[in-house]
T-cell receptor
Framework: DTGVSQNPRHKITKRGQNVTFRCDPI?????LYWYRQTLGQGPEFLTY????????KSRLLSDRFSAERPKGSFSTLEIQRTEQGDSAMYLC?????????????FGSGTRLTVV | EDQVTQSPEALRLQEGESSSLNCSYT??????LFWYRQDPGKGPEFLFT???AGEEKEKERLKATLTKKESFLHITAPKPEDSATYLC?????????????FGQGTTLQVKP
């Protein structure tokens, strides 16, 4: 088990372009989360999947953001028409049922820079 | 509004100098309080979960405690490798999704 894998690690894009990030969770984890973290701040919740169902979305997830988790395996987060304010670290995390005593396992994140 | 606030924002210690980090929370109901450690350029790493006031958990030089309004992360005789950002997060009692509300973190630097 190699943990939660996120790709790419870094992405630089021009304002107005679309970007897509991928997250591969730990295989037996059925819960998957996306968070966004800006410099000097804690992570902010974006969305949650249980298996393939997207069960909760933050109001931070505007119409330009979409996330999928086909077949309950890997997940993608797409940002359309990127803006400079989208520059942040995008973190994926997974867990098995409720995290209880074990918390989430986070990936190393994808750092997005919009120029 | 549910809120988590950590203090101080930054803390510099000499190796061996014990201290505490604070996490205060104002939430409608608490399901669990979590501590994570984050190294630069990496995702947070789980440390502890606390569920009820009076609970304590320890791991090496770290001890986490919980009251009804705040949690403390006590660091005893820290070493330079303890340098990191420490994040506190709460899961609301009304949430069964595991969603966490994080504080802004305390960045700890331990000098040799």
């Amino acid at each position: 088990d190699t943990g939660v894998s996120q790709n790419p690690r870094h992405k630089i894009t021009k304002r107005g372009q679309n970007v897509t990030f991928r997250c591969d969770p730990i295989s037996e984890h059925n819960r998957l989360y996306w968070y966004r973290q800006t410099l000097g701040q804690g992570p902010e919740f974006l969305t949650y999947f249980q298996n393939e169902a997207q069960l909760e979305k933050s109001r931070l997830l505007s119409d330009r953001f979409s996330a999928e988790r086909p077949k309950g395996s890997f997940s993608t987060l797409e940002i359309q028409r990127t803006e400079q304010g989208d520059s942040a670290m995008y973190l994926c995390a997974s867990s098995h049922y409720e995290q209880g005593d074990y918390g989430y396992t986070f990936g190393s994140g994808t750092r997005l820079t919009v120029v | 509004e549910d809120q988590v606030t950590q203090s101080p924002e930054a803390l510099r210690l000499q190796e061996g100098e014990s201290s505490s980090l604070n996490c205060s929370y104002t939430v409608s109901g608490l399901r669990g309080l979590f501590w994570y450690r984050q190294d630069p350029g990496k995702g947070p790493e789980f440390l502890f979960t606390l569920y009820s006031a009076g609970e304590e958990k320890e791991k090496e030089r770290l001890k986490a405690t919980l009251t009804k309004k705040e949690s403390f992360l006590h660091i005893t005789a820290p070493k330079p490798e303890d340098s990191a950002t420490y994040l506190c997060a709460v899961q609301l009692g009304s949430s069964n999704t595991g969603k966490l509300i994080f504080g802004q973190g305390t960045t700890l630097q331990v000098k040799p």
